[in-house]
């Protein structure tokens, strides 16, 4: 069915599936009672429901403007969340809260001279709130919400130290303590009405980088602090008692604060990691089979050892000496272990968040008592280069700078929903990637910052596990082998057969029923290098794969004619079989017509090549030049529309134009001429263009400021139909989109990759 253009045409975006994997940085993440996890990526905060079970359970919050460095839940004695805080590079902290279904920034705390590293907030006990900012400007800054105004209450000088974690906390008399680590390896303790260091805690031998406090009583708090020394340090502050001489006795410091004495002394030192010890985090209670809270003691603590430790009390009781009751971690895979970890709700699951910005979370098993790995979002930690559909299949592949390749493929539930998850990381690379195109819905071809093209098919142990996860399997036949690994100080995937003894590798069959964990998608998920294809003189830059899956074309980074020639293979024996010089420097996209007759390229020089196939050849049909190019900056990007006579370039200068078939001509632009006027955004650059399969008079835009737009147009205007912004698009470069369509009505999906390191599936619905 063909949608023709008409005024009131309408479009209706939903967002069907978003990617993204958090910072790499300590207390990037925190998780509720709830459920709920928010966390960092890139400038943004996320919000992630793990009690979704159908559809995209995860929302995009925008409003800083540089990496965010720390997000933490601001909970209520219920146990309730509201409200969070998260803090940025943009040297500012923001209060969030949930009105009305959504998240709104409801106070920005500005006025630190440097980036702010670490936020923590708590709610006193008149019910106002105070957020605590610790920044690299060697200030800690307090705030406080008082009858729903934030002002700066007190700056906290550090006289050139370097706050690496806070943690502020009620005492029991109801009264706050701050406690900050800084880089001298010590805890400085900070109470009063005007905050001032009360008290310093000695004994770790290296940065302290995570704490955390527990209510033992009416009387006691119990602080755990974890430090790159290896160590895990549990001290316990209580109201200070004249005791007895008689027996023997701990050492303890007494600190006076809000008018009485507090007793602190060291109560366990936890040995058992053996990589930095990066964040802990304390659970007070367990939940019974009836639903009722026992006070318990347990703490959770997590290595760039590459695992995550549950301690517990022997016998129970705080007193008790304390031992490791569980351990979970990662084995294998070119990971460099834990950043952090939260419990999960009732401390029945916990997570770890790995150095390359994955999740990683494990459930108890109530029957058998032993934690299991379960489904968890995820996504690429650097900034996403390019994505394309499968022909003929589901599933979405993406490349990012972070040096993988992910596939992204819907998982059909057995209870009828259906979620998006990554189901294979084809290529993990140590090179960042730069473009991909799909031969077919099994043969891929990769490029990164090196001069080979590399091509990958899918092997047998993958087609099963499609099958399994997608309900539906993947067209073509099999290559033969069982999968892949790399061999060691190796970049090239080498195939696993069946009956092969000799796996230099980590590859082992799976059999999967529901999307693999990170630990599985790291090793056992790898396609096996089928070609490696040279030609070029520099770094990769450019892929396109002809529809009809007969030929590849590539493109380098160039600076002359020469190397900026197109190369042209045939994918049936990956051959050479053309070079096309035209650009004179690099061709920044290309493109192949959906009838697979025409290749279109666009470069930096602000040209476009278009060359028509003749027989089994390739002729130069039009292109723009000096005289007829309405571009006067570099072409980020092109697009054809579905009947193959009319493509859309954008540049830089944001401009969008749509070239069609007119009349022959006798200047360099042949049988194509300019169809009406461009599209101009002037404030913007046009970075990324598709095409609306079921109509040729809609096109989606995207921007370098993130945005995501949906113009209609025709000989006479473009009309705007619909905008994506910041929040539901992406806040920084659109990098590409990509329609797929749905023959049987009118929804499409649009896949869109930034470098936000944000790949979002969109369902578009033309009224």
Same mark, same amino acid.
């Given at each position: 069915?063909?949608?023709?253009?008409?005024?009131?045409?309408?479009?209706?975006?939903?967002?069907?599936?978003?990617?993204?994997?958090?910072?790499?940085?300590?207390?990037?993440?925190?998780?509720?009672?709830?459920?709920?996890?928010?966390?960092?990526?890139?400038?943004?905060?996320?919000?992630?429901?793990?009690?979704?079970?159908?559809?995209?359970?995860?929302?995009?919050?925008?409003?800083?403007?540089?990496?965010?460095?720390?997000?933490?839940?601001?909970?209520?004695?219920?146990?309730?969340?509201?409200?969070?805080?998260?803090?940025?590079?943009?040297?500012?902290?923001?209060?969030?809260?949930?009105?009305?279904?959504?998240?709104?920034? @409801? /106070?920005?705390?500005?006025?630190?001279?440097?980036?702010?590293?670490?936020?923590?907030?708590?709610?006193?006990?008149?019910?106002?709130?105070?957020?605590?900012?610790?920044?690299?400007?060697?200030?800690?800054?307090?705030?406080?919400?008082?009858?729903?105004?934030?002002?700066?209450?007190?700056?906290?000088?550090?006289?050139?130290?370097?706050?690496?974690?806070?943690?502020?906390?009620?005492?029991?008399?109801?009264?706050?303590?701050?406690?900050?680590?800084?880089?001298?390896?010590?805890?400085?303790?900070?109470?009063?009405?005007?905050?001032?260091?009360?008290?310093?805690?000695?004994?770790?031998?290296?940065?302290?980088?995570?704490?955390?406090?527990?209510?033992?009583?009416?009387?006691?708090?119990?602080?755990?602090?974890?430090?790159?020394?290896?160590?895990?340090?549990?001290?316990?502050?209580?109201?200070?008692?004249?005791?007895?001489?008689?027996?023997?006795?701990?050492?303890?410091?007494?600190?006076?604060?809000?008018?009485?004495?507090?007793?602190?002394?060291?109560?366990?030192?936890?040995?058992?990691?053996?990589?930095?010890?990066?964040?802990?985090?304390?659970?007070?209670?367990?939940?019974?089979?009836?639903?009722?809270?026992?006070?318990?003691?347990?703490?959770?603590?997590?290595?760039?050892?590459?695992?995550?430790?549950?301690?517990?009390?022997?016998?129970?009781?705080?007193?008790?000496?304390?031992?490791?009751?569980?351990?979970?971690?990662?084995?294998?895979?070119?990971?460099?272990? *834990?950043?952090?970890?939260? *419990?999960?709700?009732?401390?029945?699951?916990?997570?770890?968040?790995?150095?390359?910005?994955?999740?990683?979370?494990?459930?108890?098993?109530?029957?058998?008592?032993?934690?299991?790995?379960?489904?968890?979002?995820?996504?690429?930690?650097?900034?996403?280069?390019?994505?394309?559909?499968?022909?003929?299949?589901?599933?979405?592949? /993406?490349?990012?700078?972070?040096?993988? @390749?992910?596939?992204?493929?819907?998982?059909?539930?057995?209870?009828?929903?259906?979620?998006?998850?990554?189901?294979?990381?084809?290529?993990?690379?140590?090179?960042?990637?730069?473009?991909?195109?799909?031969?077919?819905?099994?043969?891929?071809?990769?490029?990164?910052?090196?001069?080979?093209?590399?091509?990958?098919?899918?092997?047998?142990?993958?087609?099963?596990?499609?099958?399994?996860?997608?309900?539906?399997?993947?067209?073509?036949?099999?290559?033969?082998?069982?999968?892949?690994?790399?061999?060691?100080?190796?970049?090239?995937?080498?195939?696993?057969?069946?009956?092969?003894?000799?796996?230099?590798?980590?590859?082992?069959?799976?059999?999967?029923?529901?999307?693999?964990?990170?630990? @599985?998608?790291?090793?056992?998920?790898?396609?096996?290098?089928?070609?490696?294809?040279?030609?070029?003189?520099?770094?990769?830059?450019?892929?396109?794969?002809?529809?009809?899956?007969?030929?590849?074309?590539?493109?380098?980074?160039?600076? @002359?004619?020469?190397?900026?020639?197109?190369?042209?293979?045939?994918?049936?024996?990956?051959?050479?079989?053309?070079?096309?010089?035209?650009?004179?420097?690099?061709?920044?996209?290309?493109?192949?017509?959906?009838?697979?007759?025409?290749?279109?390229?666009?470069?930096?020089?602000?040209?476009?090549?278009?060359?028509?196939?003749?027989?089994?050849?390739?002729?130069?049909?039009?292109?723009?030049?000096?005289?007829?190019?309405?571009?006067?900056?570099?072409?980020?990007?092109?697009?054809?529309?579905?009947?193959?006579?009319?493509?859309?370039?954008?540049?830089?200068?944001?401009?969008?134009?749509?070239?069609?078939?007119?009349?022959? /001509?006798?200047? /360099?632009?042949?049988?194509?001429?300019?169809?009406?006027?461009?599209?101009?955004?002037?404030?913007?650059?046009?970075?990324?263009?598709?095409?609306?399969?079921?109509?040729?008079?809609?096109?989606?835009?995207?921007?370098?400021?993130?945005?995501?737009?949906?113009?209609?147009?025709?000989?006479?205007?473009?009309?705007?139909?619909?905008?994506?912004?910041?929040?539901?698009?992406?806040?920084?470069?659109?990098?590409?989109?990509?329609?797929?369509?749905?023959?049987?009505?009118?929804?499409?999906?649009?896949?869109?990759?930034?470098?936000?390191?944000?790949?979002?599936?969109?369902?578009?619905?033309?009224?």
């Amino acid at each position: 069915m063909r949608i023709k253009f008409n005024e009131k045409m309408k479009v209706s975006v939903s967002e069907i599936y978003t990617s993204v994997a958090c910072n790499r940085i300590p207390e990037i993440i925190d998780w509720n009672e709830e459920g709920i996890i928010c966390y960092g990526a890139t400038n943004a905060v996320v919000i992630y429901d793990t009690n979704v079970k159908c559809g995209n359970p995860i929302k995009v919050l925008c409003h800083h403007k540089s990496k965010v460095n720390s997000v933490k839940w601001l909970c209520k004695p219920d146990s309730t969340c509201t409200e969070l805080v998260s803090c940025s590079a943009d040297k500012t902290a923001a209060i969030w809260t949930l009105v009305d279904n959504v998240w709104k920034v @409801t /106070s920005t705390l500005s006025g630190h001279t440097d980036g702010v590293t670490c936020v923590h907030g708590l709610y006193t006990e008149e019910n106002n709130l105070l957020v605590f900012t610790g920044s690299i400007d060697s200030t800690v800054r307090v705030w406080e919400r008082k009858n729903g105004t934030t002002n700066l209450k007190q700056t906290i000088c550090l006289n050139y130290g370097l706050c690496l974690t806070l943690y502020a906390h009620l005492l029991p008399s109801s009264k706050t303590i701050l406690f900050c680590a800084l880089d001298d390896h010590k805890i400085h303790l900070f109470a009063g009405d005007e905050f001032h260091r009360v008290h310093t805690l000695v004994g770790h031998e290296d940065w302290v980088r995570g704490l955390d406090v527990l209510d033992v009583d009416a009387t006691t708090i119990m602080l755990a602090s974890a430090s790159q020394d290896t160590y895990i340090r549990l001290w316990r502050i209580q109201a200070y008692e004249e005791q007895s001489t008689a027996g023997i006795k701990v050492e303890e410091r007494v600190f006076p604060a809000y008018g009485q004495e507090w007793a602190v002394k060291l109560d366990a030192v936890l040995a058992g990691h053996e990589g930095w010890v990066y964040g802990v985090q304390w659970h007070p209670y367990a939940v019974g089979a009836d639903g009722t809270k026992k006070p318990v003691y347990r703490l959770l603590s997590s290595s760039l050892d590459k695992t995550l430790i549950v301690w517990e009390p022997e016998g129970g009781s705080a007193q008790g000496a304390w031992t490791e009751r569980v351990r979970v971690g990662e084995v294998g895979g070119s990971g460099l272990g *834990f950043y952090g970890s939260r *419990f999960g709700p009732r401390g029945g699951a916990i997570l770890g968040h790995g150095y390359n910005g994955s999740f990683h979370i494990w459930e108890l098993d109530k029957e058998t008592a032993q934690w299991a790995p379960r489904v968890v979002a995820g996504g690429h930690y650097g900034r996403v280069e390019d994505a394309a559909w499968a022909p003929g299949a589901a599933h979405l592949v /993406s490349v990012a700078a972070d040096q993988t @390749t992910r596939l992204h493929a819907p998982w059909h539930r057995p209870d009828g929903s259906t979620e998006w998850h990554e189901l294979a990381r084809p290529q993990v690379h140590g090179y960042d990637m730069a473009a991909v195109a799909l031969v077919s819905a099994r043969v891929l071809a990769s490029a990164a910052e090196e001069k080979v093209v590399r091509v990958f098919a899918a092997p047998a142990n993958f087609d099963a596990n499609y099958a399994n996860i997608v309900g539906a399997p993947l067209p073509g036949r099999s290559e033969g082998a069982e999968g892949a690994s790399v061999p060691s100080l190796g970049l090239s995937n080498k195939a696993v057969f069946a009956d092969e003894d000799d796996n230099d590798g980590y590859f082992v069959p799976v059999n999967l029923t529901e999307p693999p964990t990170e630990e @599985t998608l790291m090793q056992h998920t790898l396609w096996p290098e089928q070609q490696k294809l040279y030609g070029h003189g520099y770094e990769v830059f450019a892929l396109a794969a002809a529809p009809d899956g007969s030929l590849l074309a590539s493109a380098c980074k160039a600076t @002359t004619r020469e190397h900026a020639a197109i190369l042209l293979w045939e994918t049936s024996t990956w051959h050479q079989i053309q070079k096309l010089p035209c650009h004179q420097l690099t061709i920044t996209q290309l493109a192949f017509s959906p009838d697979s007759r025409h290749l279109l390229s666009v470069s930096r020089d602000r040209s476009w090549y278009l060359h028509t196939r003749s027989g089994d050849q390739f002729q130069l049909a039009a292109n723009t030049d000096k005289t007829n190019g309405v571009h006067t900056r570099i072409i980020w990007c092109c697009a054809w529309a579905s009947d193959s006579g009319v493509f859309g370039t954008g540049s830089r200068e944001g401009k969008v134009c749509i070239w069609s078939k007119a009349e022959p /001509s006798s200047s /360099s632009l042949g049988d194509y001429a300019l169809l009406g006027t461009p599209l101009e955004l002037p404030k913007d650059s046009v970075t990324a263009l598709a095409f609306a399969p079921l109509t040729d008079s809609v096109v989606a835009v995207g921007l370098d400021s993130g945005r995501i737009g949906f113009y209609s147009f025709d000989v006479q205007r473009w009309t705007l139909l619909k905008e994506l912004d910041y929040s539901a698009a992406h806040h920084m470069t659109v990098r590409r989109l990509s329609f797929k369509p749905k023959d049987e009505d009118r929804e499409m999906l649009l896949a869109s990759a930034g470098a936000d390191h944000l790949v979002r599936i969109y369902s578009v619905y033309i009224s």
